[in-house]
């Protein structure tokens, strides 16, 4: 089968690699979309758990081409989204519900072989069936699911407010979220022309470039404050924005190394919430029902859809945001 395998930080080949067989318990897939992500880039340039050689991809959905033995529920033909994240379910952090901080981490394209390939071999348990959904539409699950963690640890109040920084990929499906789970408004702010017009279409109040009067619009603060842009000094500057009682979302990825300044004080005194959310924690069903039933629009998001051939040209978009107007890019083995 061909696959796109990093080989070193840096290094990015396409191979002609054995088809996986799927063991006990598993399940192949033959992939129809995985969509690249930031920590693809991450792991291209050797950071984030890298393991290499890897076949990355974390966001897959495709066909069900092969049942092992042991496996109930599902079978050959159908359409499935895969949950990346595999947990043994018997250390501390699994016991307490807390899979995506298993002390035996393993995810597939993080640590296993991921869905930029032919195929991919999954724990059956992993693999969720997907009605009424392309594949394209399919690999959404895993990103939205990773929101819906992220609003499970927000839960939002019915009729807040809401700011959020970032209009990217996974802040037009955290914008989305937002709404689907209670939040009235929410306003958008991204550099980007184009994404603040779809902001807008996808349900936005309103849609503003850094440096527009953001305040003017919640002059007691914004009950939520949330970020997906993962640059530090947006998050600095989040608590400002807040109203008393506000709830601040950490929810993009900034670099391992960043530090910001924030006030103790500032926090202790308006009663602000801090909250972080990493991964996604069982919650690939939720990002399923709302996929399945139209709440939340993946189709107006996807900018490219590229062969294994240019993921090369899938990550220089990541990289580089505002290069070939890209914004989900799929890659389609």
Not at 105 to 127: I, K
Not at 259 to 282: A, C, H, K, M, W
Not at 297 to 319: D, G, M, N, R, T
Request: proline share 8%.
């Amino acid at each position: 089968m061909r696959a796109a395998v990093i080989t070193q930080p840096k290094t990015l080949q396409l191979e002609n690699l054995e088809a996986p067989q799927a063991g006990f318990g598993q399940v192949r897939v033959r992939v129809g979309a995985t969509g690249v992500c930031g920590t693809d880039l991450h792991l291209y340039e050797g950071h984030f758990h890298a393991r290499l050689p890897l076949v990355p991809g974390h966001e897959i959905a495709g066909v069900v081409d092969q049942v092992g033995p042991g496996v109930a529920g599902l079978a050959e033909g159908q359409v499935v989204a895969l949950d990346p994240v595999i947990a043994c379910g018997q250390c501390w952090a699994c016991r307490r519900g807390q899979r995506q901080h298993c002390l035996h981490f393993e995810a597939l394209g993080v640590t296993r072989a991921g869905g930029f390939a032919e195929y991919v071999v999954a724990p059956a348990q992993n693999a969720y069936p997907v009605r009424g959904l392309s594949v394209a539409e399919a690999a959404f699950a895993e990103p939205l699911g990773c929101v819906a963690w992220g609003i499970q640890r927000l839960r939002p109040e019915p009729g807040s407010q809401a700011l959020l920084f970032g209009a990217g990929p996974i802040g037009l499906l955290l914008l989305q979220a937002l709404l689907v789970s209670g939040v009235t408004r929410v306003v958008a702010v991204d550099p980007v022309p184009e994404r603040r017009e779809l902001a807008k279409r996808l349900g936005a109040w309103q849609a503003l470039a850094p440096g527009e009067p953001v305040r003017d619009l919640a002059p007691h603060g914004f009950d939520i404050v949330a970020e997906a842009t993962g640059v530090p000094a947006v998050v600095e500057s989040m608590p400002a924005y807040a109203a008393v009682g506000g709830k601040l979302l950490i929810f993009g990825v900034a670099p391992e190394a960043a530090r910001v300044q924030l006030s103790p004080y500032d926090i202790f005194q308006r009663d602000l919430s801090l909250i972080g959310s990493f991964s996604l924690n069982g919650t690939l069903p939720v990002a399923l029902q709302w996929l399945e039933s139209g709440r939340i629009q993946v189709k107006p998001l996807i900018s490219h859809h590229l062969p294994l051939e240019a993921l090369h040209q899938a990550l220089a978009y990541k990289e580089h945001p505002g290069m070939g107007q890209a914004l989900k890019v799929l890659i389609e083995p």
